[in-house]
């Protein structure tokens, strides 16, 4: 009799351990369904983070804009980044010919190209590069090809803005600013049209996820920023009408200021070919100016932020000189990188290098 009370309990007990296994079993089935049905729905994918770059250069002076350009050109083809677009906020069609170049020879002809109209009115040129379209090879021939014919036929730069925002998600833009501020002003300043009913400022509030600007000094400042002083206009209008829940990161003149790409070496890691629209710049202007890249600071930023500190969240304020001051606020949308030492601008050196020796595929 005990026996087989015995054997009925343990009978027993095998089946309550057998629906607890069942019911763990199940358990960890239902919590794993949640997991992947949570992470699917709110996490996003790689593409989805993935920055959508409008770039807006005043190509045609300063040769970090061209690396600047190629750094983009690495990233979208590497799957880091999708350029949308490019805007030259420098006025002259000589200067729009100088990004149709870059974008036709490093195969992104078909990208979309603005050009400011009512921009500054002859700035300060520091390397005159701007014939570089209308270089040409000893059988009299041009040596870079266009992607396009007709420059006066191009978007004023604030309605392409307008035509490219339109068409993106909310919230889903990356702005990079390496020149004036005329165009993004502009933009700013316009109104609803055919491509969106909003104004500029409701346009960028809705669809731009963050600005990054090349300018500003956060350093003890012994003068203004150049590219804010050169459109003091722009600039302060920029700073009046910028929406203040989007995020607006610097990249100063302290910030690129170690990192120099001379000459010597440039054409050296370009030793492939002449034909190459960088090189020939180089090859044919004075360059040797102490160009620094501050330009590549700001796009490398934008993609790849591991490069960089940033500073506390704070406002900037842009005063009558072109000053940027900057006072932290833990709930301000404006910071800026903090310069760096040797060590740092040696790597950003070697980025840029690696990218410049980049050959098209033939």
């Given at each position: 009799?005990?026996?087989?009370?015995?054997?009925?309990?343990?009978?027993?007990?095998?089946?309550?351990?057998?629906m607890?296994?069942?019911y763990?079993?199940?358990l960890?089935?239902?919590?794993?369904?949640?997991l992947?049905?949570?992470t699917s729905?709110?996490?996003?994918?790689?593409?989805?983070s993935?920055?959508?770059?409008?770039?807006?250069?005043d190509?045609?002076?300063?040769?970090?804009?061209?690396?600047?350009?190629e750094?983009?050109y690495?990233?979208?083809?590497?799957g880091?980044?999708?350029?949308?677009g490019?805007?030259?906020n420098?006025e002259?069609e000589?200067?729009a010919a100088c990004a149709?170049?870059?974008?036709?020879w490093?195969g992104?002809?078909?990208l979309?190209?603005?050009?400011?109209?009512?921009?500054?009115?002859?700035p300060?040129?520091?390397?005159?590069?701007r014939q570089?379209?209308y270089?040409?090879?000893?059988d009299?021939?041009?040596?870079?090809r266009?992607?396009?014919?007709?420059?006066?036929?191009l978007?004023?730069?604030w309605?392409?803005?307008?035509?490219?925002?339109?068409?993106?998600k909310?919230?889903s833009v990356?702005i990079c600013?390496?020149g004036f501020?005329?165009?993004?002003?502009?933009l700013?300043?316009?109104?609803?049209?055919?491509y969106s009913p909003?104004?500029?400022?409701?346009?960028?509030?809705q669809k731009?996820?963050?600005?990054?600007v090349?300018?500003?000094?956060?350093?003890?400042?012994?003068?203004a920023?150049?590219?804010?002083?050169?459109?003091?206009n722009?600039?302060h209008?920029?700073f009046?009408?910028?929406p203040?829940?989007?995020?607006l990161?610097?990249?100063p003149?302290e910030?690129?200021?170690?990192?120099?790409?001379?000459?010597?070496?440039?054409?050296?890691?370009?030793s492939?070919t002449?034909?190459?629209?960088?090189?020939q710049?180089?090859?044919?202007?004075?360059c040797?100016?102490?160009q620094?890249?501050?330009?590549?600071c700001?796009?490398?930023?934008?993609?790849?932020d591991?490069?960089f500190?940033?500073?506390e969240?704070?406002?900037?304020?842009?005063t009558?000189?072109?000053?940027?001051v900057?006072?932290?606020d833990?709930k301000?949308n404006?910071?800026?990188?903090?310069?760096?030492?040797a060590?740092w601008?040696?790597?950003?050196l070697?980025?840029?290098?690696?990218?410049?020796t980049?050959?098209?595929?033939?």
């Open positions: 009799m005990k026996k087989k009370q015995y054997l009925c309990r343990q009978i027993a007990n095998e089946r309550t351990c057998a607890k296994h069942k763990i079993y199940y960890i089935v239902f919590c794993a369904w949640v992947v049905a949570c729905k709110d996490e996003p994918t790689p593409s989805d993935k920055p959508l770059i409008i770039l807006d250069t190509i045609g002076s300063s040769t970090d804009d061209l690396f600047a350009m750094m983009l690495d990233y979208d083809r590497r880091l980044c999708t350029l949308l490019v805007i030259v420098r002259g000589h200067c149709d170049v870059m974008n036709t490093h992104f002809g078909a979309p190209l603005g050009l400011v109209r009512n921009g500054i009115k002859k300060k040129v520091w390397i005159d590069y570089m379209p270089y040409k090879l000893p009299s021939t041009y040596m870079f266009r992607s396009i014919a007709d420059y006066s036929s978007p004023d730069g309605e392409l803005y307008r035509k490219l925002l339109s068409q993106q909310d919230h990356t600013s390496t501020l005329s165009c993004l002003a502009q700013l300043q316009s109104e609803g049209d055919a909003l104004n500029g400022v409701e346009l960028v509030r731009v996820r963050a600005v990054y090349q300018g500003g000094v956060f350093s003890v400042a012994e003068e920023d150049y590219n804010m002083t050169q459109e003091s722009g600039a209008t920029f009046r009408l910028f203040k829940d989007v995020d990161i610097f990249s003149q910030s690129g200021q170690l990192v120099e790409y001379v000459p010597e070496q440039v054409i050296a890691d370009i492939w002449d034909v190459h629209p960088v090189k710049v180089y090859m044919t202007c004075n040797n100016t102490g620094r890249m501050w330009d590549v700001t796009v490398m930023n934008a993609v790849e591991d490069y500190i940033l500073s969240r704070g406002t900037v304020v842009l009558p000189e072109c000053f940027t900057f006072t932290p833990e301000g404006c910071r800026y990188q903090i310069q760096r030492d060590m601008a040696q790597q950003i070697d980025k840029i290098r690696t990218v410049a980049w050959r098209p595929a033939l």
